[in-house]
């Protein structure tokens, strides 16, 4: 049994959801995995104890959580010495056109680049669309946004776009990885 840090930075909760599948996988895969927010992580975070690392991040506005890159900034050596995966959530990455995905990919391979690690694997997963948890000036712009996509505009309910088989394969992958590293 492996022990593995999942961990992650979420703007509206996806993100979290996400990662507690990848966890829960790993955990029936008979890893022994930790789950932390990065933006509240404990000060006795040592992520070179664990055996594999998964990190999580969405974007927003073009970017991934700032503190989320400093995490993988300060643990690179870590990240690129263990077996290791990235996960991004985004909307972009709902797209059923691969044109209109390529975006989401973009900004996963740059925030890699940027940071200097060289993950086992990537996964650019869709988000969600969550009206009832926006203020109203959010709730406008969220649609507007939506809405020149071709998206979901209906304010009264959320919509959710996560892939929960590529999430969990993708988890599988890792799981099996951390077997084969043992």
Not at 79 to 96: E, I, M
Not at 151 to 174: C, K, L, M
Request: proline share 4%; with cysteine; glycine share 8%.
């Amino acid at each position: 049994m492996a022990r593995a840090l999942v961990c992650y930075g979420t703007g509206e909760g996806q993100t979290a959801a996400v990662a507690e599948r990848v966890a829960d996988v790993l955990e029936k895969a008979g890893h022994d995995p930790t789950l932390v927010h990065l933006a509240h992580s404990p000060a006795d975070l040592e992520p070179d104890t664990y055996d594999g690392i998964v990190v999580g991040a969405s974007i927003h506005r073009g970017s991934h959580q700032a503190y989320v890159e400093t995490f993988v900034r300060e643990h690179c050596e870590t990240l690129n010495r263990r077996p290791s995966a990235f996960f991004s959530v985004s909307l972009t990455a709902a797209h059923d056109d691969p044109e209109d995905r390529a975006p989401a990919a973009a900004l996963l391979e740059a925030f890699l680049e940027e940071t200097g690690w060289k993950p086992d694997g990537t996964l650019a997963v869709a988000g969600a669309l969550k009206y009832s948890e926006y203020g109203l000036l959010e709730r406008f712009v969220m649609r507007r946004i939506a809405g020149r996509a071709g998206g979901d505009t209906d304010t009264s309910r959320d919509y959710e776009y996560t892939d929960w088989e590529a999430v969990e394969s993708f988890a599988r992958e890792f799981a099996a990885l951390l077997r084969s590293d043992a």
